[in-house]
């Protein structure tokens, strides 16, 4: 993929576009439920698969005018829903320049994978009763997901060993997993063992969810690998992931990004996730594989028009503004815009650091930052973060193992004036309310243009923007802090 543009789609009013750099050919997308992140998926699979998706919207047999209006009606379910009163404004899709319904996708092979496809279970009528199959059969299993043509019987008949054998491997050396799973009848229902326990039906009733989910995701992962054409063919590979990772427990989605950075090398990857914490694991991960110059980092969030996408890299640095400013580059408009925009992508950038609300308005979070409604529980111990989640595993530890009311009353209070008194987190807070100073006094009305121009000073522009340097440091440095746990 070299450019995606989606607008009017979804959730999108607005324009949007996916831009990968030659290098930075990967994208991490990260956006809470509600912010676009699903819209996207639904572009994309537009994209390569909307012949397939418009399949059972149209009559066979119907008439010319019947089938136009059918697609018509099919296409109108994605247009951006607008307030009432308003028309609808079709959507418009392009990809790497081209009309979606247009672009040829022969010289792709595009994978796509989300959460919904983990949901095998299927249901029967038996005695008058409705019946829950929970089986996991391979043949159901593929012909669900969003995988380029390819016979599944001829599949399974060739390659159904190998993916089993495969899929073992994986759970054994790169997940640390004490159980398999195997074919169970020529029909290719899969059975799961475990010591001595071996089932093929009613699963959920035996195995945890987890377990169930990594074999499902693996056997849909290495089914890619197999089915992945050589690179001598010229295909472009697309691997697009959303939020696969929900059900995982924390050890095995660490597990997850390592094997998903290792062992799709020859792939264009998109992942999409709402898990801020998973998000921020995949970038640390993506920073300890020395990988960074292959990925763009691009997160969600919401403005007065909608969902909005943005890279925090390709956001003009504070340098840069006043750079510019100097060079008669950008206009006093311009630069209270770019000043705004690169504070409002911080705040998001510790919105999501924190795992705070990241889909509020920037402002929304700024104005809780600042009234005290939003708090920071963040402190270093030994070289790493510790996060509210950690916080709240040291209480339960700290409850469990005291053996008064009392010093657990003393043991929590101690342990969460840890979180409350970081110096880094202090820091940030003033920052923030300081540069908001700047914003209401100064950089709002130059942003706007206001005619005719109020009178603004070269050195409050200088200051914004060194306030902006010093805030994105700390911003830096504590990132940095990240280890791997």
């Not at 529980?377 to 053996?403: F, M, P």
Request: proline fraction near 2%; charged fraction near 25%; charge should be negative.
């Amino acid at each position: 993929m070299e450019k995606i543009e989606i607008k009017n789609f979804k959730a999108f009013k607005s324009r949007i576009a996916l831009i990968p750099t030659i290098n930075r050919k990967n994208l991490l997308i990260y956006g809470e439920n509600g912010s676009g992140k699903s819209s996207i998926y639904e572009a994309l699979r537009l994209v390569f698969y909307h012949r397939r998706l418009l399949q059972p919207f149209v009559s066979r047999g119907a008439s010319a005018e019947v089938r136009q209006a059918e697609e018509e009606s099919f296409f109108r379910s994605f247009n951006n829903r607008k307030p009432t009163g308003e028309p609808l404004v079709n959507f418009n899709i392009t990809y790497n320049g081209n009309d979606f319904k247009s672009f040829n996708s022969s010289t792709y092979q595009c994978f796509m994978l989300s959460y919904a496809d983990l949901h095998y279970e299927q249901h029967k009528i038996a005695d008058g009763k409705i019946a829950e199959i929970d089986v996991i059969n391979l043949k159901e299993l593929l012909s669900q997901v969003f995988f380029p043509d390819f016979s599944i019987d001829d599949f399974l008949t060739q390659k159904s060993a190998t993916l089993i054998s495969n899929v073992n491997n994986v759970l054994r050396n790169k997940f640390a997993e004490d159980y398999c799973i195997n074919i169970e009848n020529e029909a290719y229902d899969v059975r799961i063992e475990q010591h001595h326990i071996r089932e093929s039906n009613g699963l959920h009733k035996i195995f945890n969810e987890a377990k169930i989910n990594l074999a499902l995701i693996l056997i849909f992962l290495e089914s890619v690998k197999l089915l992945a054409s050589s690179p001598e063919d010229g295909k472009r590979k697309l691997l697009v992931i959303d939020d696969l990772i929900t059900s995982l427990d924390a050890c095995n989605r660490l597990y997850f990004a390592n094997y998903l950075l290792t062992d799709f090398n020859t792939f264009q990857k998109i992942f999409l996730t709402h898990n801020v914490g998973y998000n921020n694991m995949i970038a640390m991960r993506i920073k300890e594989h020395g990988v960074s110059d292959l990925w763009n980092l691009y997160n969600l969030y919401i403005t007065e028009s909608g969902p909005q996408i943005y890279s925090y890299d390709e956001i003009k640095s504070a340098t840069d503004i006043r750079q510019e400013f100097d060079n008669g580059t950008l206009t006093p408009a311009q630069t209270g815009v770019e000043i705004r925009k690169r504070f409002e992508a911080d705040v998001n950038e510790v919105a999501k650091m924190f795992q705070l609300d990241a889909t509020s308005r920037a402002m929304d979070v700024i104005g809780d930052i600042i009234s005290g409604q939003n708090k920071f529980y963040y402190c270093k111990q030994n070289g790493k973060i510790r996060d509210a989640n950690n916080l709240v595993e040291s209480i339960e530890t700290l409850v469990s193992s005291a053996s008064s009311d009392s010093d657990k009353v003393s043991n929590i209070q101690s342990e969460l004036s840890k979180y409350h008194s970081d110096e880094d987190v202090n820091n940030l807070v003033d920052f923030i309310k300081e540069f908001h100073f700047y914003e209401r006094l100064f950089i709002h009305s130059l942003a706007h243009g206001t005619a005719p121009m109020p009178t603004f000073i070269q050195k409050e522009v200088y200051a914004a923007t060194h306030l902006l340097e010093r805030m994105e440091n700390l911003i830096k440095g504590i990132k940095d802090t990240v280890t791997t746990p």
